[in-house]
Nanobody, 126 residues
Framework: QERLVETGGGSVQAGGSLRLSCAAERVTSKSACMAWFRQAPGKEREVVARIYVFDGTTEYADSVKGRFTVSQDNAKNTMYLQMDSLAPEDTAMYYC???????????????????WGQGTQVTVAS
């Protein structure tokens, strides 16, 4: 069964950067979509960025556009999230997920993703 493992979280000052990694293990067939979600205490889980695995098309939440970049290394079955200009409101548990596309797009809905990592904490101090 496929497993996703996130690494790279930590604590950083506002304005700093972090790079998250999501390694897919025991992959038998590639999922069309990989995505990063985050969940802050007391808030719903929200999509941050997603990537259509087969052509690299990416989409971002408005709150992170221009600051976060999602990428992939297909040879390593790994997805990355480069986070720059971090702000305190970016503090959350970050999860990677794998799912199927809807048409040719990767959906923002959590229920459409079938495999989840355990999460990695990102804390941004002001």
């Amino acid at each position: 069964q496929e497993r996703l493992v996130e690494t790279g979280g930590g604590s950083v000052q506002a304005g700093g950067s972090l790079r998250l990694s999501c390694a897919a293990e025991r992959v038998t067939s590639k999922s069309a979509c990989m995505a990063w979600f985050r969940q802050a205490p007391g808030k719903e889980r929200e999509v941050v960025a997603r990537i259509y695995v087969f052509d690299g098309t990416t989409e971002y939440a408005d709150s992170v556009k221009g600051r976060f970049t999602v990428s992939q290394d297909n040879a390593k079955n790994t997805m990355y999230l480069q986070m720059d200009s971090l702000a305190p409101e970016d503090t959350a548990m970050y999860y990677c997920a794998a799912g199927d596309s809807v048409g040719w797009r990767c959906p923002p809905n959590t229920y459409l993703y079938h495999t989840w990592g355990q999460g990695t904490q990102v804390t941004v101090a002001s």
